[in-house]
């Protein structure tokens, strides 16, 4: 499901900030329709739409990124994510850095830069892009401290509903920093519509609902860290449907092979504790 992600920011043609907007408009109306509005205190709302705001931040970003290069060099730079984590995770649990982690992010991180090296053209949307992955492993960070106790649907239901009003108030902010090539008010239409729809139901519904019981018996390190197999699937579709113009050639199948080891170390890792 997330290997599809980047190829929506892609595929729909409206700014990053219309997409991120009207994912969380229509992933809180899919969630309201199963879920209602259940019962939390305040403040385990208030921490919900928190992490809700971080996720938002991240797609922003992350869409920007798509939208200053490419996806390739989108997702090269979401491969981050596991380095982060393993940077952020020791000190918002306070404990110990884990040179093993720290070992198995860095493998993942040679292995994407065996399949592309950074082009000097696309230095804006890498810039963009890192910040995204950095944002991401904080709010998967977050995410499972917050979401102890609380059904999934519930979580994911207030983190989209209450991540959007943040999220609204951080759009103009984010305009100002990164002014936007492309109309920001627009009503999806057409195609667009449909994508939307799609991308909400699949890439946000089911693919964060399996990420929350994911993260409730695995630490976040270990999530991220799976999810560095995103670029891996969703640079082989950007070839098949976008062809944006990169040969596969020894060093791709290296990289894919790095980045498969630091994925299978942790899982070995994870298994045995």
């Known amino acids: 499901m997330a290997g599809f992600t980047g190829l929506f920011g892609r595929l729909i043609t409206l700014n990053e900030v219309d997409i991120v907007w009207y994912r969380m408009v229509f992933t809180s109306a899919i969630l309201l329709v199963f879920t209602g509005l259940p019962k939390v205190g305040w403040r385990k709302f208030l921490q919900l739409c928190g992490c809700g705001a971080l996720l938002g931040f991240h797609w922003i970003l992350f869409y920007g990124s798509i939208k200053a290069s490419n996806v390739s060099i989108g997702l090269i730079c979401f491969s981050l994510i596991g380095f982060f984590t393993a940077l952020l995770e020791p000190i918002i649990y ?12 860095l493998i993942t991180v040679a292995g994407v830069l065996c399949i592309f090296s950074f082009d000097a053209r696309y230095r804006y949307g890498i810039m963009i892009g890192v910040v995204s992955s950095a944002v991401c492993a904080l709010y998967a960070i977050c995410n499972k ?9 519930t979580v994911l239901m207030y983190q989209m509903s209450g991540g959007l009003v943040l999220v609204s ?10 002014p936007s090539q492309q ?18 139901l699949f890439c946000t519904v089911g693919m964060y609902l399996l990420q929350i019981q994911a993260l409730k018996r695995l630490s976040a390190f270990t999530v991220n860290l799976c999810f560095n197999l995103e ?6 579709l950007a070839f098949l449907i976008f062809g944006e113009g990169r040969e ?3 060093s791709f199948y290296i990289g894919i092979g790095l980045i498969l080891l630091s994925v299978l170390l942790q899982t070995k890792r994870a298994w045995s504790r």
């Open 183 to 200: 109309p920001v008010v627009v009503i999806p239409s057409g195609s667009n519509l449909w994508l939307m729809l799609c991308h909400s």
């Open 169 to 178: 108030m951080i759009i103009p902010l984010y305009l100002m920093i990164f």
């Open 248 to 250: 596969i050639n020894f």
């Open 231 to 236: 670029p891996c699937y969703t640079i082989i």
């Open 145 to 153: 401290k917050v979401s102890v106790g609380v059904r999934s649907r």
């Open 94 to 105: 306070k404990r110990r850095l884990s040179w093993t982690e720290l070992l198995f992010s």
